[in-house]
């Protein structure tokens, strides 16, 4: 194989990944697959949950998304943060007092985990994607992850 075929080769093969990617990217994201799992929560709009944040002393939201995807996506001013992995684990730190929201980016997580907290007997006012409250005019709070502190080199003291 020549030079300027391997080269050629070599660029069609790292370009299709990419292309692919950026078209999948801009398309609009669909509702789950026939089959999915169905909450039986109520998936709260955008002014149901604003209605419950209206009420901070009686609600907890309960983000489980990695705080990669909070801090990239964006999230609410005040939620307790549990990756949906670790709920059930977790179960003995949520208060049962409150109204609870779960979270996610496109409420599929929340779902499940809403069910699991009614299940246990706590109050689950819904769940919601933050996508989805964001895309109907919610407002997201992003927050920067904070850059690594450089640790500088300490001149001896003589």
């Known amino acids: 194989m020549t030079k300027p075929s391997k080269l050629l080769l ?8 990419i292309a692919f990617g950026a078209t999948k ?5 669909e509702a789950p697959a026939a089959g999915a799992y169905k909450p039986k929560s109520p998936q ?3 002014a149901e949950l604003d209605a419950l944040l209206a009420k901070p002393d009686q609600l907890l939201i309960i983000d489980l998304r990695r705080p990669d995807e909070v801090s990239s996506i964006g999230g609410f001013p005040v939620y307790l943060s549990i990756q949906a992995d670790q709920l059930e684990k977790s179960l003995d730190f949520i208060p049962k007092d409150r109204a609870i929201v779960t979270v996610s980016n496109h409420a599929g997580r929340s779902g499940k985990s809403a069910d699991l907290l009614a299940s246990k007997g706590y109050k689950v006012a819904g769940y919601v ?19 690594p502190k450089i640790k500088t080199a300490e001149k001896p003291n003589h």
């Open 25 to 29: 990217s801009s398309q609009k994201v």
């Open 44 to 46: 709260i709009n955008r």
């Open 10 to 17: 070599l660029l069609l093969i790292f370009a299709t990944p």
């Open 129 to 147: 994607g933050a996508q989805y409250y964001e895309a109907e005019g919610g407002k997201l709070t992003k927050i920067a992850i904070p850059a």
